[in-house]
């Protein structure tokens, strides 16, 4: 883009403007792909999941936690989210009796709970991963008896088996919604 000493500011800005919305008119179009399905990528203890985008509110580092006397051993803690407190649950915990190991790769998936958020603590996370119709078609119900309640299909994505894992059907779980001992 050339700028001339005889635009104002004004007509520099709304230039710029006229060339961004330009060039984001084609990406929308190809986020919403009729047939793609978008998720964000992670793995908990041994298995590899992908949640939908839209059930993922946020990723963070791990924060410090404030452990919670008188929880089941998957709760971690409270964590002080820019001045909210937000429980902590270690998934692979959760799932399979496995603790996560704490590395600068683990994070936590933030996920809406009711009027709420709570905090996965995952291994890592991939990011994002696209699934299509043709990966949905082909894809292998879940057989491991502690997934089936949250995992439908496995499909296999760039090369990875992934676990399509529901948030939704996570954090309604009654066994989930009760962290006491």
Do not use: C
């Not at 060339?19 to 990528?41: C, D, K, N, V, Y």
Request: aromatic residues 8%; charged residues 25%; neutral net charge.
């Amino acid at each position: 883009m050339t700028v001339t000493a005889a635009q104002s500011p004004f007509e520099i800005l709304a230039r710029y403007e006229r060339l961004s919305l330009a060039h984001a008119s084609g990406t929308q179009e190809r986020f919403e792909a009729p047939g793609l399905w978008r998720g964000i990528g992670y793995r908990a203890g041994g298995y590899l999941f992908v949640s939908a985008i839209e059930e993922i509110n946020e990723l963070l580092a791990v924060p410090t936690l404030t452990p919670v006397p008188g929880t089941k051993p998957w709760l971690l803690g409270v964590a002080n989210v820019r001045g909210n407190l937000m429980p902590v649950v270690d998934m692979a915990r959760f799932l399979f009796s496995e603790r996560t190991q704490h590395s600068e790769r683990a994070r936590l998936l933030v996920v809406r709970q009711g009027a709420g958020s709570v905090a996965l603590l995952v291994d890592e996370v991939f990011g994002q991963r696209t699934v299509d119709a043709e990966q949905r078609r082909d894809a292998e119900r879940e057989d491991d008896p502690r997934l089936t309640r949250f995992v439908d299909d496995r499909v296999e994505v760039d090369g990875q088996r992934l676990a399509l894992f529901s948030m939704g059907k996570l954090v309604r779980a009654p066994d989930f919604r009760q962290a006491a001992a």
